[in-house]
C-alpha cells in the first residue's frame, strides 16, 4: 500500500500480523534509490507469528545531487564531493529530520507508542536515521544503521535529546565499502561509543550493499527488541 497525504513524504507500508500494529519500522534509502529497495527485506527478518509490524518505506525527495553532475534524484541531501564527510549539506539534512519527524509522528498518531518506533536505514537513509533518532525529541525503539555514518558529528552534543540517551543502536558496515570509507563509519561509531550510546557493531567482508549474514543479524537484533 502506498500512501501520500499532502503534508507527508510518499511511502510504501507493509503490516505484517492479524492485529492493529503494535510496532513501526520507519526504513530510509540511500543516495538514488526509493522506497521500494528493502521491501524485499521484510520476509527475510523472520519476524515472528503473533507480532503486528508495520514497515513504512518512505521515499525521499527529488533534488540535484552535486557529485552527479546536478543529476536529480531522490536524495535525503545533497553530496559535494566524494569525501562525503566534508562539506556537509547541512539545510538538507535539517529539511529532511523534520520530513522524517513528521512520518514519526504520523506512527504515534495511528496509535503506536514513540518506544516501538524504530528508524532504520542504508547509506543516505542510515545517516538520516542517526541523525534523526539521536535528536528526537519522543523516545525510540532502536537504530538500525547500514553501511553510513553519523552526519553533523560535531553537533551531536549540543542537539542530542536526552529522551533518546539509552537508545540501542545497531551499526553495520563493509570493509571493502568504497562509498562510505570503513574509516568514518569507524570515527562516527567511536564518536557514539565516547557520547555513552549503547551501540551494537557489526562489520563484514562486502562493499556497499547488504549480506545474508547482516541480515540475519538484523533479524536477531530486531526480534531482540521486540519480545521486551
Given at each position: 500500500m502506498i500512501y501520500n497525504p499532502a503534508h507527508l513524504l510518499p511511502a510504501i507500508e507493509i503490516e505484517i500480523g492479524t492485529s492493529q500494529p503494535v510496532y513501526a519500522v520507519i526504513w530510509l534509502h540511500g543516495l538514488g534509490a526509493?522506497?521500494?529497495?528493502?521491501?524485499?527485506?521484510?520476509?527475510?527478518?523472520?519476524?515472528?507469528?503473533?507480532?503486528?509490524?508495520?514497515?513504512?518505506?518512505?521515499?525521499?525527495?527529488?533534488?540535484?545531487?552535486?557529485?552527479?553532475?546536478?543529476?536529480?534524484?531522490?536524495?535525503?541531501?545533497?553530496?559535494?564531493?566524494?569525501?562525503?564527510?566534508?562539506?556537509?549539506?547541512?539545510?538538507?539534512?535539517?529539511?529532511?529530520?523534520?520530513?522524517?519527524?513528521?512520518?514519526?509522528?504520523?506512527?504515534?498518531?495511528?496509535?503506536?507508542?514513540?518506544?516501538?518506533?524504530?528508524?532504520?536505514?542504508?547509506?543516505?537513509?542510515?545517516?538520516?536515521?542517526?541523525?534523526?533518532?539521536?535528536?528526537?525529541?519522543?523516545?525510540?525503539?532502536?537504530?538500525?544503521?547500514?553501511?553510513?555514518?553519523?552526519?553533523?558529528?560535531e553537533m551531536l552534543n549540543s542537539e542530542a535529546s536526552i529522551v533518546n540517551a539509552s537508545i540501542p543502536i545497531l551499526m553495520m558496515h563493509g570493509i571493502h565499502d568504497p562509498i562510505v570509507p570503513l574509516a568514518l563509519a569507524m570515527y562516527s561509531k567511536e564518536k557514539l561509543l565516547s557520547a555513552k550510546y549503547s551501540l551494537e557493531w557489526h562489520q563484514y567482508p562486502m562493499a556497499h550493499s547488504v549480506c545474508a549474514e547482516e541480515i540475519d543479524d538484523i533479524s536477531r537484533w530486531l526480534q531482540g527488541k521486540l519480545a521486551r
Open positions: 526509493d522506497g521500494h529497495d528493502f521491501v524485499p527485506i521484510v520476509k527475510e527478518l523472520n519476524i515472528p507469528s503473533g507480532v503486528s509490524i508495520r514497515f513504512v518505506f518512505p521515499h525521499a525527495p527529488e533534488r540535484p545531487v552535486s557529485i552527479n553532475n546536478g543529476y536529480i534524484m531522490r536524495a535525503w541531501y545533497d553530496i559535494h564531493a566524494a569525501d562525503i564527510g566534508w562539506q556537509q549539506d547541512e539545510a538538507g539534512i535539517r529539511a529532511s529530520q523534520k520530513a522524517i519527524d513528521q512520518m514519526i509522528e504520523r506512527e504515534i498518531e495511528r496509535g503506536i507508542s514513540s518506544r516501538n518506533i524504530f528508524l532504520a536505514g542504508f547509506s543516505q537513509g542510515g545517516a538520516m536515521a542517526l541523525h534523526v533518532g539521536l535528536r528526537q525529541t519522543m523516545p525510540l525503539a532502536g537504530i538500525i544503521a547500514l553501511s553510513c555514518y553519523l552526519p553533523l558529528a
